[in-house]
């Protein structure tokens, strides 16, 4: 099975454009997440969503958005672009809210310059 | 605050070598403390959960161990395609969101 497909695999932006993150499971899991990774920081949670319909804000929220329309997708949106959101994001998936048994997709490199 | 710390931040070890790696924590009710292991240019994969305080699991070399205010991740005669980083999370019984360590990159020559 795919598990998580995460799309693109890497974009270089201009600072200021909108660009969207894609994420799809086809393991039907209710909870969804948003991290991004930075050297010395470690993953940061973005935002997250329980279930269909709900979402939530994670530890670094600011200059993103998320929806949840159905089970299987959840995209990350930048309004606009900064060079400090320069990371690898990395789309993840649970059962159920707050079991610790993440499963992660490939992660997506994104430059902003 | 809840906060994980993992330690060394890398680690070489011969092919054989064994070694364990650590992560401390302090959280406001520990809900579970989860290991994980990433490849380069690849997204985490999940290798255990640890509930309560003297519990083990095992899988191949990898033996992980949880006190009330650490975890080790045992390293049995390691081998090279053990290489990668391991990373520590936590999950607290306020928030239920996962807390992430910075990682212990591990390499094993051969």
């Known amino acids: 099975t795919a598990g998580i497909t995460q799309a693109p695999t890497s974009q270089i932006l201009a600072a200021g454009r909108s660009m969207t993150l894609r994420c799809t499971q086809d393991?039907?899991?209710?909870?969804m997440y948003w991290y991004r990774q930075d050297l010395g920081l470690g993953l940061r949670l973005i935002h997250y969503s329980n279930t269909a319909g709900t979402t939530g804000k994670g530890e670094v929220p600011d200059g993103y958005s998320v929806s949840r329309a159905n089970t299987d997708d959840f995209p990350l949106t930048l309004a606009s672009a900064v060079p400090s959101q320069t990371s690898v994001y990395f789309c993840a998936s649970s059962v159920g809210q707050g079991t610790g048994e993440l499963f992660f997709g490939e992660g997506s490199r994104l430059t902003v310059l | 605050e809840d906060q994980v710390t993992q330690s060394p931040e890398a680690l070489r070890l011969q092919e054989g070598e064994s070694s364990s790696l650590n992560c401390s924590y302090t959280v406001s009710g520990l809900r579970g403390l989860f290991w994980y292991r990433q490849d380069p240019g690849k997204g985490p994969e999940f290798l255990f959960t640890l509930y309560s305080a003297g519990e083990e699991k095992e899988k191949e070399r990898l033996k992980a161990t949880l006190t009330k205010k650490e975890s080790f991740l045992h390293i049995t005669a390691p081998k090279p395609e053990d290489s990668a980083t391991y990373l520590c999370?936590?999950?607290?019984?306020?928030?239920?969101?996962?807390?992430f360590g910075q990682g212990t990159t591990l390499q094993v020559k051969p």
């Open positions: 393991m039907r899991h209710n909870a």
């Open positions: 999370a936590v999950s607290s019984s306020n928030t239920g969101k996962l807390i």
